[in-house]
């Protein structure tokens, strides 16, 4: 019997290729319920989801030219968690399954390989997915609606498409950026620390309001600030770098798609520490006018076009896929993550039908440590309170005691919880 | 509960602050720490180099073992597979075996490289009834691995210094040039210094250099004023 089977969107692409035998780019949206998680009816849940999810529901299969996603003949065992977030997925289990639903007590999360979807594209999964564990469990009917989709609905063909494609500019816009400080540790493997920082989010937006920011950048912001004193303290005048963080852009609101596929482009705000010193109010209107002046439909276009441009090359598209991987991770190398200290992924605040409201106590955002850094941050809103989790797969967490020590030094109370063991 | 350094909260139950890890205590909690998450750990990633590596010792003892017999069956003794079997021994046990470890030691495996490059050219000397090992091989074998142990240990443990350390090996390089070409002349009766005098010269008066710019740095600071490019 054939498969149903899907190209890779113009971001996945790159994520097979990249992945390296303890690397593999995998992030976790996880929510916690008012009672512990029932597994039996988390199962049925995961199954109820799977025509309403094709894209989800798929393993990674290689081809003569390209990896594509095949549809998987069940769905996902859900098994409960480890002692850390985002085991990495080998090669093995990316065969077998790209998506991985696991439970905690009263927690149930879902881990993606970054090939399926995007932190946005996960988020409605696991909408929809909690919603209709709430459904099995409490036999109240949740409506449609806040991003939860109706789970007997047909998926619509704009949810599977690719839009990078669909959006991509005619002219090319190719900047080229400088290397970025790299946080170095010590490496700890079979282990990713996690720091979760509460934060009451009317206090972080009263605080990014008094300097004049949106809560993204107010976040990049004093992370920058706390990479600048992390680099003044460790690093000589002579080889200090520039520090940039780098900020996925949900790219569906630029362009009113509704796909569930990848479609982020991130950017590179910061500053070069070799010029002077920088204050917060100052990183504040940097990196805000960075932002503000590169994601606008115009200029993501034009970014777009520069990923997918290649992809429409002939020769290009005839090479085997093992020079194509051979090609990428070049590039990558010198264009990828060179260009960030860290990515700071904020999915805002996150809505819920009102039946869900009581049910869920909390939502959270978790991306895995990349190749070269070891750190990264995603954060999520929700009920009041946003939750900032820091990976990482080293030892130390000075950055991570910058940030947050200056937050409170700025008047914001951070709540800590780890997941470390000691 | 609150980090006194920080200035963060922290659950209770807690002993010490996740950031800093000042110890934190309050007399009147009696609450247990609650873990956020399971303690069961997955089972870490298999490593694909050990079959790699089982593979290429195998394909590397058949090789011998091949060379070995097609010597016994056509001229009825070892014969030139000595050399072949040595050889191979001495490219696997400094470019292959090292990477059955998880942490390889430079200090033990560069010594131990040079230890056997010894023991191969000891073969040779006594399979051709040749009186050049002692006098000579062994004396520079010696040296060269003393150097490179030398410079590995200086480099990797050390990254501060680095022109003196970079003018003071230029500089033992240099004279070794001159023992070596001594330990030649013992052995072999050529002339002394025919072309040792030349690489001594270079390296010393370079080394020299290097390691005054170590020393003075207001010499440093003009040099790299006037040199930069």
Redesign the interface.
Known sequence: MSRKWMRLDNAALIFPAIRK??WVNVFRLSATLDAPIDPAILQAAVDDLKPRFPSMYVRLKTGLFWYYLEEIPGTPQVR??????L??M?EKELHTCCLRVVY?RNRLAVEFFHSLTDGNGGLVYLKTLTARYLERKTGARIPAGEGVLDWQDKPAPEELEDSFQKHANKYVLNDKEPAALHVRGTYE??FLH????RIPADALLEASHRYGATVTVFLAAVLAESLLQYQQTRIGRDRRRPVKITVPVNLRKLYGSRTLRNFILTLNPGVDPRMGTYTLPELCKVIGAQISAEATPQRMSGRIAANVSPQQVLPIRLAPLPVKNLVMRLVYSVRGERCGCLTLSNLGVIRLPAEMGEPVKRMEFIIGPQITYPHNCGVATWNGTTYVNFIRNIRE?EL??LF??RL??LGV?????????? | MYCVKCGVRLNEGVTACPLCRTPVWNPETKVEPTANYSARYPRPPKSKRYPILAFITILLAALCLSVLIFCLTQYGRVAWSGYVMLGVALVYFSMIFPFWFEKRHPLIFVPLAFLLTCGYLLYICLYNHGNWFLPFAFPVVMILGAITTASVALFRYGKRRRLRKTGALLVVIGCSSMLIEMFECITFGTEMFTWSLYPTCVLSLVGLFLILSGVIPPWREYLERKLFF
Do not use: K, M, W
């Open positions: 035998r303890r409960e968690d480890y002692a850390y977030p085991v990495l080998q905690f493997p079979n996690l720091l979760t920082g967490c991570e005691r947050f020590a409170v030094e109370p951070v709540h800590i919880e780890s997941n470390d063991p000691r």
